[in-house]
């Protein structure tokens, strides 16, 4: 290696940007002849021989200026020194205010003895109020450095029993809950000990359970923002009380059924509760919904059967049902001698003169029928639903008992419901759902009811009006008296003219428990009163949802 000019670099220092080639460091780089090969026409190697040029370079971080000593970067090579003075900046500093001074300074000077140690022992302050956790704090006096000890004596009868060193109160004051202080016997509340009386005038009202009836025995709803209830609904087996698990569940009933129709959603585990018995007989089931008991029979039902979920849904009617076919035979009815209506009822439900366990709870107005006047073949049902209709009447069961109600289709004409007592007041405040559907029917005035072989002839004609409108004639083996022509007679009438059929939808509250077809109800909608009859009635249960729905028929004027 060997110096040349041409492909040095110079590397120069020297004060006041002059150059000196005595200060200067010079290196130089020749490359071997072997190296210098070209690569291409047009492209070299960027480290092979470079053209002969002189360039010099100084050093970025030499400083070449002179520059104040003051602030000169002490680690430069050739940097004058400093002075002693500035060249030590951790020194001892100029004296600062001795109040003010950091006390953990190296050269501080030391504080007065008062604040040399913060944590030692401190000025003397007041005995009762010092912490008695310093280290060298005073002792305090006995009393108070045990909290924990023997307390002053307070109340006896407001002293707490339970401290571990508080004074034993007497023996008759020791278990908290013993008799407080004599007060007024009606005002005192017997569940807390220092509660205070209650003013003159107030006191604890408790229901009786009854709902909440007027002077004439109509229950009423009360207008509320919330109406709250707790819905629960249980599906038991009548025979032995055996729970059935159900998802679901919904019956139905309406004035044209003498018996309720229900569905539910029963989980596959519930199948053996649910089987009938080798003799064929539904099984019996006790449905309780919101408290009020229905007495159903389940006859048939399906699997749905799912990755997971096995489902059944059973479908059913009423414990009436064991009147009908298939449960019950075909029998020839008729009277050998004159009957009442009611007695006729009661030996269809006979098998020789014995009694079946089937009563009837009779609510038309009864009427005589002459001996061989009425025959009919069919089953327990078949007889009972022909002798209601007779007179205009349909046939209810009740909820639990084997008990068959007869009830008139039109407990008065249309036009004098205005006369009648409602069973129920709703008010619009407790209704979800509202569904009007207006028809029209013919405005018969007046029809002929008639009996058959022997009976009687009878002409009903709505009071007030000529009679011009005549309806279709009504023929009846059973109509034998006028007590019958006129019931059903009025039947007849009263399903005529414009109509409204409206769709309740509300809770099954504990004041109303639901609500069957034949219900007289009220309905206040915008204090405009509109009164109807309960034509259907259907229970809806998803948990925890539970509704009822009315079907009302009413008649605008």
């Not at 018996?259 to 959603?265: E, F, P, R, S």
Request: aromatic share 8%; with cysteine.
């Amino acid at each position: 290696m060997s110096a040349q000019a041409g492909d040095a670099i110079t590397l120069a220092y020297g004060p006041q940007g002059a150059q000196q080639a005595g200060a200067g460091l010079v290196l130089s780089y020749s490359p071997p002849v072997q190296v210098r090969r070209t690569l291409s026409a047009d492209m070299r190697a960027p480290w092979g021989a470079a053209h002969a040029r002189t360039h010099e370079i100084r050093a970025p971080y030499v400083p070449a200026r002179a520059v104040n000593h003051r602030h000169h970067a002490p680690w430069g090579k050739y940097t004058q020194r400093r002075a002693a003075e500035p060249r030590n900046p951790w020194g001892v500093a100029r004296a600062a205010d001795t109040e003010r001074r950091a006390p953990w300074g190296k050269f501080v000077k030391r504080l007065s003895a008062e604040r040399s140690a913060p944590w030692g022992v401190a000025r003397a302050l007041d005995v009762d109020a010092q912490a008695p956790w310093g280290s060298y704090s005073l002792h305090l006096t006995l009393a108070v450095q045990m909290p924990w000890g023997d307390t002053r004596h307070l109340d006896i009868e407001r002293n707490a029993p339970w401290g571990r060193f508080a004074r034993q109160p007497g023996a008759d004051r020791r278990i908290p809950w013993a008799a407080p202080r004599k007060v007024d016997a009606e005002r005192w509340l017997p569940w807390t000990r220092f509660s205070k009386q209650l003013a003159p005038g107030w006191g604890v009202v408790v229901p009786d359970g009854n709902p909440p009836v007027d002077e004439n025995g109509t229950v009423i709803v009360p207008i509320r923002s919330v109406y709250v209830t707790v819905n629960t609904l249980t599906l038991t087996r009548a025979s032995d009380g055996a729970l059935i698990p159900c998802a679901a569940f919904s019956m139905s009933l309406d004035v044209d059924s003498w018996t309720w129709q229900w569905q539910a959603t029963l989980h596959a585990d519930a199948l053996p509760l649910i089987t009938p018995g080798p003799g064929g007989d539904p099984v019996e089931v006790l449905a309780t919904v919101n408290g009020s008991p229905f007495r159903l029979a389940c006859e048939s039902y399906t699997r749905q059967r799912q990755f997971a979920n096995t489902r059944i849904s059973v479908q059913g009617r009423g414990r009436a049902a064991i009147l009908d076919a298939p449960y019950a035979p075909t029998l020839n009815h008729g009277n050998s001698a004159s009957r009442t209506a009611q007695q006729l009822m009661g030996d269809v439900l006979t098998i020789n003169g014995v009694g079946i366990g089937w009563d009837v709870d009779w609510g038309l107005t009864d009427w005589l029928v002459p001996g061989n006047i009425w025959a009919l073949q069919g089953s327990y049902i078949a007889g009972i639903l022909d002798i209601a209709g007779a007179a205009g009447g349909y046939v209810q069961p009740h909820d639990t008992a084997q008990t068959l109600r007869v009830l008139p289709r039109y407990p008065a004409a249309p036009w004098d419901w205005h006369t009648l007592t409602p069973d129920y007041e709703l008010p619009a405040a407790v209704v979800s759902v509202e569904g009007t559907e207006w028809l029209q029917k013919p405005a018969y005035n007046r029809v002929f009811v008639s009996g058959t072989t022997a009976g009687v002839l009878g002409q009903v004609t709505r009071g007030g009006t000529a009679g011009e409108v005549v309806a279709p004639m009504v023929t009846h083996s059973l109509i034998t008296h006028q007590d019958a022509a006129r019931q059903r007679g009025i039947a007849v009438l009263g399903d005529t003219g414009r109509q409204a059929r409206l769709s309740l939808r509300l809770p099954v509250l504990e004041e109303t428990g639901v609500i069957k077809p034949g219900a007289l109800v009220r309905y206040v909608d915008n204090g405009v009163p509109q009164i109807g009859l309960v034509r259907g009635t259907q229970v809806e249960w998803s948990r925890p949802t539970l509704r009822q729905v009315l079907a009302v028929e009413t008649h605008p004027a």
